[in-house]
């Protein structure tokens, strides 16, 4: 069973079963997100993880956002992307707003997204968006980012935590 919903200038858009899509998203205008929005956008999909979605992989750059997710299921099926990105951005919007006394929109109306063909292609999305801070020269290293956030095997969906130094090096 594959969702089918309106998205990215009212195309339709499928949405298939049980694949983890990567999803990038921007600031409006390309805002520069300031540290405590930076928190909060961390904390927003965090929060989402285990509810509508199960997270993989998040790294929250200065004025856009990675996402590696899988939806979660609901009555109807799997639950929408679309849903899913409308919560995210809806409330990081409004507590933005709210914390920095930023006053409009923080989100472009639109996301892309893709699914994976393979969980494979998983370490390799996890991979660029890593090192996605390294190549706007933020960091010298991904381990250097505090707004990354990568699911831990070891633990399950509690254990996720900052990027291991070792592992996702450029």
Known sequence: MQRQYNYRR??????PDNKIFFIAFS??????LPDL??????????RGDGHRFEL???VVMPDHVHLALTPRWDERGPVGIQ?????????SAHRINKETGHFGHIWQE??????????????????????????AGLVGTPAEYRWIWIESSESGRTGGAPVPPSRWAV
């Open 10 to 15: 009212k195309l339709p858009h499928l949405q």
């Open 27 to 32: 600031t409006s205008r390309r805002w520069i």
């Open 37 to 46: 929005a930076r928190d909060i956008v961390m904390e927003t999909c965090l």
């Open 56 to 58: 993989h992989a998040l």
């Open 83 to 91: 849903g899913i990105m409308q919560e995210i951005k809806s409330v």
């Open 110 to 135: 639109e996301s892309f997204d893709r699914a994976l063909r393979r969980e494979e292609d998983l370490v390799a999305k996890i991979q660029y968006m890593v090192n996605n801070p390294v190549r």
